[in-house]
Every structure is written in structure tokens, then in C-alpha cells.
């Protein structure tokens, strides 16, 4: 078998009705649990509450957390066997990635609103885009003489 390290992806769901500083401990724990079973810890991400597509041990909701790891492969079945063995965890799943996450790039939405307030001629992508619609002048014109008309009496 090869020495190399490869690299892991780990979803798991917490209950929903556990507080947000046990969801911080619970998060710590399986941090540290995958030290201590010689994976690496590349990224733990806490993804928030989301419905679920269907209910699991009664809850309808869960507490997402993405957690991205690297090591020989031996560490999986030990941090699945803690996450299987708390009541905490309502779902989990490990799938091999081919290489790294890449890192996820900060938002382009603060700092395209600030390039065009101090570029006031810089157009906006989105609104290029949009279709023109061409209406019929002479229909509006003689909508717009109608209006008028009846404004006036």
C-alpha cells in the first residue's frame, strides 16, 4: 500500500436543538480527534442550519458542518466510529477528493459596489446583459395623447 496522503471531505449534521457553544465543543472535539488519529486538518467549516430533504430522527433541521482532512485513509473509520456513537450526530458521510478544496475567494460584492462609485463611468455587467424591449412609438404616442386628453377634462 502507498505512503501517500490523501485527501477527504467529512459532512456531518448535528441536531438542531443543541446551543451553538456545544455545536463550537462538538466541532473541537472531531478537530481534535482527527489529530490524534494522525489526520491533518486542512479546513472545518460550520455551514448553519438548513432543512432537511427529509426527516431524520425526528428533526426536520440540522446543523451542517463541512470538515476537509488529509492522512493515510487508517483515521476515517476511527472519527466515524465517534461521530456513529454520539447521539449529537444525526448524519455523517466521508468522501476521498481527488486533490484539495480550493480555497474559497473572498466576495466580489463589496468591492465591485466600491470600484464603481469611484468609477462612475463603469458599466455593470448584469445590466448589459438584459434584453431591450422595443415598443411601438406610434401606439404610445397616441396612448399618451389619450391620457392627456382625459387629464385635461
Known sequence: MNDQQSYYETMYILRPDIAEDEVTNHIDKYNKLLEEFGGTILDSQMRGKRRLAYQIAKHREGIYVQLSHQGDGQHIFKIEKAMRL????????????????????????????????????????????????????????????????????
Request: no cysteine; aromatic share 2%.
Open 86 to 153: 454520539s447521539e449529537d450526530v444525526i448524519r455523517y458521510m466521508t468522501v476521498k477528493q481527488e486533490g484539495p478544496l480550493p480555497t474559497p475567494r473572498p466576495s466580489n460584492k463589496n468591492t465591485s459596489q466600491s470600484e464603481n462609485k469611484d468609477n462612475p463611468d463603469a458599466k455593470v455587467e448584469s445590466k448589459e446583459k438584459q434584453p431591450v424591449a422595443s415598443a411601438d412609438t406610434s401606439t404610445s404616442s397616441k396612448d399618451d395623447a389619450k391620457t392627456k386628453e382625459n387629464a385635461e377634462s
